[in-house]
């Protein structure tokens, strides 16, 4: 016991003496929330009640509803629908944790109430390029499929593997399955040991994947077909290609931002496809989804023309500006990046 405490990682150490005597813990993650940052928030959330916490996750913004399903979903605080009480639970937190995010200012208002609690201990937990310094521990790594593995990680290096139940669980393994695109990308040895580990308690893999994936409502795969017939544009001299939705689409099919998830991924099915965007008009913003194949680095073109970032293979961005705007920059950028694009290995 003594061997294994002297190699304890300092932070960790300290995170678990933080934890030792029972908090009141804030759990936050990115507006827009996907699988990975419900996951994360409620695979800790359920870890930290365990504890003997007093813990509550906010999120600025709704979860789509094919996460409606996860355990303790309904006690998440919604920042747009309650500012007060969120405030509330940021103004009384001895510790916030920041889940799958690297920045405040990805979490809007939010950030800015967090930003404001300088006293109280925070802790960043992400695997996002460029992590801001805004955390007092600071648990990030790029080489993470998400950011659920990196709290499998964390439950274990507390030396809590035992207290993995199955709700916890399923939380992980919703966010490292959605964050993979089932296995696909960004994998690595330790999440299929972890995934391994996972089942071996009990965890019903399918069972998740067709409350998550096979739950679609008519009206987006109507959707994915108007996409694919009506706004997909493929620029072959830069194995390139786009989908755009405007606002009309959006009102016309009655869908919601979330709805949307995963339709960009659909482009790269094509044989040479190796980077696809899909650039939406959004109330105020034209937002982008870009994704890649291989060595070629969109977070690098997010984060240079889109005011955004995110990871090597799947960044996101925007602009304040018109959908025909924005999609003409993008195509103005191609010519500059061909060369890469062309040359990217898969
Ligand atoms: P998505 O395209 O699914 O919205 O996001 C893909 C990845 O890019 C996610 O990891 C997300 O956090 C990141 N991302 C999306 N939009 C933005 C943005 O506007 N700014 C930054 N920094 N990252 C973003
Ligand atoms: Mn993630």
């Not at 795969?221 to 606002?247: D, P, W």
């Not at 339709?263 to 982008?288: D, H, R």
């Not at 194949?293 to 969109?298: E, H, S």
């Amino acid at each position: 016991m003594q061997a294994k405490l002297q190699k304890m990682d300092p932070q960790i150490a300290e995170i678990r003496d933080l934890l030792s005597i029972p908090k009141y813990i804030a759990i936050v993650s990115h507006r827009n929330p996907d699988g990975d940052a419900v996951g994360s928030c409620l695979g800790l959330y359920h870890y930290l009640n365990q504890l003997g916490h007093t813990v509550r996750v906010v999120l600025p913004s709704e979860y789509p509803v094919n996460f409606s399903w996860m355990p303790d979903v309904e006690d998440i605080t919604i920042y747009d629908i309650f500012q007060e009480r969120s405030a509330e639970i940021i103004a009384n937190a001895n510790i916030i944790f920041c889940l799958d995010f690297n920045a405040l200012d990805r979490i809007d208002k939010l950030g800015e109430l967090i930003h404001h609690r300088s006293g109280v201990t925070k802790i960043l937990i992400d695997h996002h390029l460029d992590p801001e310094p805004f955390a007092d521990y600071i648990i990030s790594d790029t080489a993470s499929s998400s950011t659920c593995e990196l709290i499998y990680q964390f439950i274990c290096d507390l030396g809590d593997k035992s207290k993995i139940t199955i709700p916890i669980a399923e939380c992980i393994y919703t966010g490292i399955m959605t964050d993979t695109g089932s296995f696909k990308y960004a994998t690595n040895v330790r999440l299929f040991r972890q995934m391994a580990e996972l089942k071996a308690i009990g965890l019903e893999d399918f069972r998740i994947q067709d409350l998550i994936f096979n739950s679609a409502q008519e009206k987006q795969l109507r959707l994915l077909g108007h996409c694919l017939a009506n706004r997909m544009e493929v620029l072959s001299e830069y194995q390139t290609a786009i989908i755009h939705l405007f606002k009309q689409d959006y009102a016309d099919f009655e869908i919601k931002r979330g709805d949307t998830e995963g339709i960009v991924n659909q482009l790269l099915l094509m044989k040479n496809i190796k980077m696809a965007a899909f650039i939406t008009e959004q109330p105020n913003i034209v937002k982008f989804s870009i994704r890649s194949k291989g060595d070629l680095n969109v977070q690098e073109i997010c984060q240079k023309y889109f005011n955004g970032g995110g990871h090597k293979n799947a960044s996101g961005g925007y602009m304040h500006t018109n959908l025909h705007a924005a999609i003409r920059k993008f195509k103005d950028i191609l010519p500059l990046y061909r060369d890469k694009i062309i040359a990217a290995q898969i």
